[in-house]
């Protein structure tokens, strides 16, 4: 099973798809280092995320907990304080870090709204790669800002021999805001396509799988079904700030626990558990984000290789790229079908602009009033 932790909804970013940083918890009431024990060993992949979890000063701490209780502990980080990451890295050069960049130096900066935010995160990565580490990347949300940048930033990442994580633009209840949908679809699907290609004439596994990884993401833009059904709140789950356990991080009505007040295999096992896995196996919503997705495109008895059909996309499109014959995008997704938005907000760039507020626990509960239906596409 895999396992997403949000240390925090505190933020320094102050990005256009995400007003978490407008909202964000206070330390007091934070997850703590005494609920975190009760996790158990034996998680594939985890994830300490956020907000930004570089602003917990006992980072340290927690990546002491938690790095034996997993295979691939993992930290998204924004990568401006590479202060707080290095001494992990030097400790753990295993440990896999994510740092998002939305593009080049005015794009990232702008979506973002960091300050010098593209040089900051390029100081940082080669921080992390001079103190060892041995898993590390970039990771990007594709919107109609910075699709015409994604391919240059693949192709940074490959000069710097680190990987390069993607996701589409979407909304969460934890967003605080409903625009997170592009403007123009068909145009950013077809610049995916462009990544893709360029992500087939690799020989590198990993790469290769993501390749397939960047056409559910296509799909996901186009406003269609997954390529592959959720497993949310079996082969994943969330914890947020609060202790509270999610099935998954989109919808606010999948919560099966709080692991401050129950033990992890009572909210696993719990008949709440069990009441919203059957909301997942129902669920319609078109989410395809790296938790979702990678534990889907598991086979499901052998957890550590991939499903058949993933694994007949990957093989059959290499040997295209091979043999310089064009691939059929449309033969896997309906490119004559797009969702309709109607007008949709422009995003803006929260660059040097200040706005916050304090979450108390209980209004936690009342993130969203939103209907579920809105999350659809």
Request: hydrophobic letters at 40%; glycine letters at 6%.
């Amino acid at each position: 099973m895999d396992l997403s932790v949000i240390l925090t909804y505190r933020c320094d970013s102050r990005c256009s798809m995400c007003h978490i940083w407008q909202n964000p918890t206070q330390t007091a009431h934070e997850v703590t280092l005494d609920t975190l024990a009760k996790l158990p060993g034996g998680f594939d992949h985890l994830n300490l995320t956020g907000g930004e979890p570089t602003l917990r000063k006992d980072l340290m701490e927690v990546v002491e907990l938690l790095h034996p209780r997993a295979c691939t502990l993992e930290i998204s980080t924004n990568g401006l304080h590479p202060d707080r990451l290095v001494p992990i890295v030097e400790r753990f050069p295993d440990i896999k870090v994510r740092i998002s960049v939305e593009g080049f130096e005015a794009t990232n900066d702008a979506i973002r709204g960091e300050k010098n935010g593209f040089a900051r995160k390029m100081e940082s990565m080669d921080a992390l790669i001079a103190a060892g580490g041995r898993d590390l990347g970039f990771a990007t949300t594709f919107q109609d800002e910075n699709v015409e940048e994604v391919v240059g930033l693949y192709r940074l990442c490959e000069e710097k021999g680190i990987e390069f994580a993607t996701s589409a633009l979407h909304n969460g209840f934890q967003f605080h805001k409903d625009d997170n949908v592009p403007y123009d679809r068909m145009k950013v699907a077809s610049k995916v396509e462009d990544l893709i290609r360029e992500m087939l004439k690799s020989w590198n596994a990993k790469t290769l799988f993501r390749a397939y990884l960047n056409l559910g993401l296509i799909a996901k833009i186009l406003g269609h079904d997954r390529l592959i059904p959720c497993t949310a709140g079996s082969m994943f789950a969330f914890v947020d700030p609060w202790s509270d356990v999610y099935a998954c991080n989109v919808r606010p009505d999948l919560k099966m626990g709080n692991l401050l007040e129950q033990g992890w295999e009572e909210i696993l096992k719990g008949p709440v558990a069990q009441e919203q896995r059957a909301k997942v196996k129902a669920c319609t919503q078109n989410c395809w984000m790296v938790a979702s997705a990678k534990t889907a495109m598991r086979n499901p008895r052998f957890a550590h290789l991939p499903r058949l059909g993933p694994t007949a996309w990957v093989v059959r499109n290499k040997l295209k790229s091979l043999l310089h014959i064009p691939i059929r995008f449309d033969q896997d997704v309906d490119y004559s079908v797009v969702h309709e938005d109607g007008e949709v907000a422009r995003r803006e760039s929260w660059l040097g602009r200040k706005q916050k507020a304090n979450l108390q626990p209980a209004e936690s509960r009342q993130y969203s009033q939103f209907s579920s239906g809105f999350f659809n596409r």
